[in-house]
């Protein structure tokens, strides 16, 4: 869609006041850091931004095309050009690799302070574009953006206690949650603490119900099927597995997988550490493996969903206009075309007419070798085979039964990323497809 | 002040609270242990177990967006019937018609804030190692929890009726029809046949059952009113009770052991 005056003027209100609020918001933080940890350095530092963002301010609420403060339209084009679900995927799985490895770096207040500035500046920046707005302010929507800065605020403080309490821990002192035994009453320590929370969250809750109206489109018809049809937003990482797997591995399999992993976590992980405290070089092995479940098998695939995926689930930038014309070449080839056709030049194996159901079966099955082996091998034999290797103190500890019901969920966990980057590789659509009996893998 | 002392050396007030006002200290304990609604607290708690900053109060937030989603959902009743005639209609006079018209926003935003709560939660037990012994059964309650707010929500969503509600439910749930051996379209279905009659089809399936139809229609609708309603808060609270009953009984408000 093509920017016009009214878009701009529309979202000028809303800009001013998101820019004045990251204005009070410096303010605040340079006051206390002035007056409360004697740090006038940072105290101008930030009080600088602060009068930026009020100049940020009153250009928005100009509502003009030439005053809003946006990002250059040649950026954004680059940045459609070069999004895609490869990228998304390698480029979040490597900011949060970074985010890990360098930890201590990103957990002091200053340097996160000064990463929530620019993910809000860049936000603000973004909704200047119509095509941005228009997905992120869908009302449905709203959520899922304040998800965002929920889980990096909390990720962010979790991981500066972490830090702290393995330092501590490296020295031989207890975590710091152990310091502090004394005991107070519940009344009125406790019982104030829950009703100021109630009380914050009532009114949070009444703010944005009263800002934004709860969305109600045409009546049902069962006839008319929007394109795109989504279903609701924390189920979106499912719906996007779909285009990975069909829809009884990622829609029923693998959901029932996760549930159960989720169930069994307390009763795999034998490590006596970390119990009851912020740790992460105490269980690194359950840290790493929850956080690539959490958040890169499941939220930033509803990130994808939600805001990437338009018409026919085709991708598009985050300032592309969706089009339900945008064609994909979509070239995936089975294990068996590859292998037979691609390899060994022969047709794919058919049994002769008015075979028997015997001969069906063996010829389905000879067809589906090779996918049929590569499966068995990576489900019966690789656990065995890391029992003895990487596994092998894991296994000792966890006895046979838990080790391979740890080693086969993860295994299955891996399958998504594993068939991701098949596809994007060599375009593979199923290593097994049987569509006699519609089991396709 | 004097009306006030009054008050609460009435006959009526002495009825009502068991216990004088919790001005000192063994008092402030006789509250907590005299009250149906504070006696799920301990008296006494360790300092660091009820910090802002290692709890994050997700857990207690939650418990909040689920009365809240109560008392928004009971008024809400009051105004909506589920039925093809009714649904949208009664949706479009909430906005349009009634007074205090941000009921159904309460209950929207809440039911959203709800899952990001529940899933921040779990986040932060995880985190902090909470689910380890004792408290690996809890955490499992606190699994299938999640599961049931997840439901809420999803059955939540089609009571609007219109586009959004009725199209999203059938993305969902067009997944059910791909069930193993249960689905129509799902694998190995094929294979339950009885005289060549095939036992699993788009009528008997998986999804018919979480439908109550072949598609998205007035019987779900039905359905997912009754399980939103009355079957899953009813499940809800009784797990909530189970949870918080272990809090107490697995040591406390988490914390190192």
């Known amino acids: ?441 | 002040m004097a009306i006030g002392e009054t008050i609460r050396n009435s006959q009526i007030w002495k009825s009502i609270f068991r216990h004088p006002m919790p001005l000192d200290r063994r008092n402030r304990i006789v509250v907590v242990l005299t009250n149906f609604f504070l006696h799920l607290h301990p008296v006494s708690i360790k300092k660091q177990g009820i910090a802002l900053s290692f709890t994050w109060c997700m857990g207690g937030v939650t418990f909040f967006l689920f009365l809240v989603e109560t008392v928004t959902g009971v008024l809400l009743m009051f105004y909506y019937r589920p039925t093809l005639e009714w649904a949208y209609n009664d949706i479009l006079a909430l906005r349009d018609v009634t007074s205090l018209g941000i009921l159904r926003e309460l209950h929207r935003w809440g039911a959203h804030a709800m899952v990001i709560t529940t899933w921040l939660h779990m986040y932060r037990v995880f985190l902090t190692g909470s689910y380890k012994p004792p408290r690996e059964f809890n955490w499992v309650i606190g699994v299938i929890l999640l599961l049931l707010t997840l439901l809420l929500s999803f059955t939540g969503y089609l009571l609007p009726w219109d586009q959004l509600a009725i199209w999203a439910i059938t993305v969902g749930s067009n997944m059910a029809r791909a069930t193993p051996f249960l689905g129509y379209e799902g694998p190995g279905q094929q294979l339950l046949t009885i005289g060549g009659i095939d036992m699993i089809t788009d009528a008997s399936d998986a999804r018919f059952g979480l439908l109550g139809a072949r598609f998205v229609g007035e019987e779900t609708l039905n359905r997912f009113y009754v399980l939103h309603c009355i079957a899953i808060p009813l499940a809800v609270a009784l797990l909530l009770a189970i949870h918080f009953w272990r809090v107490r009984k697995d040591g406390g408000i988490s914390g190192p052991l």
């Open chain 1, 1 to 441: 869609m093509h920017s016009n005056g009214f878009f701009l003027t529309d979202v000028a209100g809303f800009l001013g006041g998101y820019y004045a609020a990251i204005a009070a918001m410096n303010g605040v933080a340079a006051y206390i850091l002035w007056r409360k940890k004697g740090q006038p350095g940072w105290a101008i530092v930030w009080t600088a931004v602060s009068v930026v963002m009020m100049v940020l301010a009153s250009l928005a609420l100009s509502g003009s095309a030439a005053w809003v403060p946006s990002l250059p339209a040649s950026a954004r084009g680059l940045v459609n050009s070069l999004s895609g679900p490869v990228l998304y995927t390698l480029g979040t799985v490597g900011l949060l690799t970074a985010l890990f490895v360098f930890r201590r770096f990103f957990v002091q207040p200053m340097v996160a302070w000064t990463i929530l500035n620019v993910m809000l500046v860049l936000m603000g920046l973004s909704m200047a574009d119509e095509n941005f707005a228009s997905i992120v302010m869908k009302p449905d929507n709203v959520p899922i953006v304040g998800l965002v800065f929920l889980l990096a605020f909390f990720t962010w403080l979790a991981t500066k206690q972490a830090v702290v309490n393995d330092d501590r821990i490296a020295r031989g002192l207890p975590p710091m949650e152990k310091e502090n035994d004394e005991k107070v009453l519940v009344w009125p320590d406790l019982v104030y603490t829950e009703l100021i929370c109630m009380v914050a969250v009532a009114a949070f809750l009444l703010i944005w119900a009263i800002c934004l109206p709860a969305p109600l489109e045409e009546p049902a018809s069962s006839v008319k099927t929007p394109n795109p049809s989504k279903a609701p937003w924390y189920f979106l990482g499912l719906q996007e597995m779909l285009v990975y797997f069909d829809p009884w591995y990622a829609g029923v399999v693998l959901p029932s997988l996760v549930i159960f992993g989720l169930m069994a976590m307390p009763y795999l992980d034998f490590n006596k550490k970390g119990n009851g405290y912020y740790s992460i070089a105490e269980r690194k092995f359950s840290y790493l493996t929850f956080q690539f479940g959490f958040f890169v098998l499941w939220i930033t695939l509803i990130i994808l969903g939600t805001f990437l995926r338009g018409p026919n689930w085709n991708f598009f930038g985050p300032f592309e206009f969706w089009t339900p014309y945008k064609v994909e070449v979509l070239n995936n080839v089975d294990l068996p075309q590859m292998f037979w056709v691609g390899l060994l030049d022969k047709p794919l194996p058919r049994p002769p007419a008015g075979a028997g159901g015997l001969v069906q079966a063996g010829y389905i099955l000879l067809r589906e070798a090779p996918g049929l082996l590569l499966v068995g091998a990576y489900l019966v034999l690789l656990p065995p085979l890391l029992a003895v290797t990487i596994f092998r103190g894991f296994f000792a500890k966890m006895g046979f039964i838990r080790y391979m019901i740890m080693a086969n969920l993860m295994l299955l966990m891996l399958t998504l990323p594993i068939k991701m980057i098949l596809r994007w590789t060599f375009n593979l659509k199923y290593i097994i497809s049987i569509p006699e009996i519609s089991l396709n893998f």
